[in-house]
């Protein structure tokens, strides 16, 4: 039988141009025509049976919310129907149903109740909802004083307290450390092999293959792909990469900063020779220009290596290398970071670089490049993994 049912389901949204429109609406003294009408999403229909476990992945504002608060029946459809037969745990936005001025204790019972259980169940789950989320010094601290890491330490802990025939986590995992979040796949899983179905929205490839046997892709609303992860996932890298190159080619990356000091250029080289297209394993050079505009009182240069996806690959700048670059005000200067094995796997990267002081962009970011080059890598060795580590083997006997 199948656990969720959804049948052309399309939701717009309406977007008045002022609260008082908005009001207006509300006593039916507006007409919509002052109204833009946002479609978030469009004749969606896809069926889920018991014990399958599904991602949802789409590009930011491509409707994967929307469709979860459906499912979840937080917002309600514009056109089709939704069928669920099952309890359904869920963890949406984080603190959905939470409280800032009430206390952890206090929010487990509104947020329990609201994810449909009774009082009674929560008083018996209470102790084990306060154990998993390691919380125990501040469960009767107001939420205010929480992180947002401690709120989804609290919101897993009770939509998972108990085992729901769905469990419907939309991308709130991303908020907690390393450390809570490996607890809260070891929960999923041993969910998943208990029989629960899982609806999961994330942009981490890695959880999307590890958890899910599934994968739907949704991009401005629309389904684009429903079909086994890796599958669907090339799909979604070919998509950013699409919309990468054209951005690229509108605006040359996104740039931020004062402007004390201000990038110029930043070239590859490989053995010495300019390229895009690099082997993996080879030595890379990453050659940086830059001016200093204006007195700046230190200078630290960075660079950032990311995949199609956004993955963090590696960064890495002068203050944490122990080198101080040029900066006298008017110079003009180049300095060169130089990678001698490059092992990443075959692929696409983009390489951002910063200028700013002490260790970090956030204090006086003087010039921050988005995209500032793209690197392609070649690799005549086969791994699994974004990056080649010396392996050995051995044999005991
Ligand atoms: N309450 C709302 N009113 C108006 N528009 C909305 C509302 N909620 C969502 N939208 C719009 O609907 C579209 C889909 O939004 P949604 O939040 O579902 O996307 P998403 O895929 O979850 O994005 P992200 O990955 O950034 O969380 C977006 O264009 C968004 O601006």
Redesign the pocket.
Known sequence: MDLITVDNLSKC?R?YPSRRHKLASLFGMESSKHCIH?W?LKQISFSIAAGESVAIV??????????LKLICQTLRPTEGQITVNGRIGALLELGIGFHEELSGRENVYISGQLLGMSKQEIDQHIENIINFSELREYIDVQLKKYSSGMQMRLAFSVATALRPEILIV??ALSVGDAYFQHKCFDRIKEFQALGTSLLF?S?DPLAVKTLCDRAIL?DK?IMLADDNPAAVLDYYNALIANAENNKISIDEGVRSGSGEAKLTAVDIFNENEPAQVVLSGSKIKLRVSYQIMEKIPDLTIGFLIKDRVGNEVFGSNTYLLQKTPPFVQGGQYQVVFELPDFRLAAGSYNISVALHSSYHHLSNNYDWWDHAATITVISEQVFAGVVRLDTQYCELI
């Open positions: 949204f977007i946002k978030a789409g590009r930011n504002g491509s409707g994967k919310s929307t469709l939309d991308e929205v942009h949704i609303g």
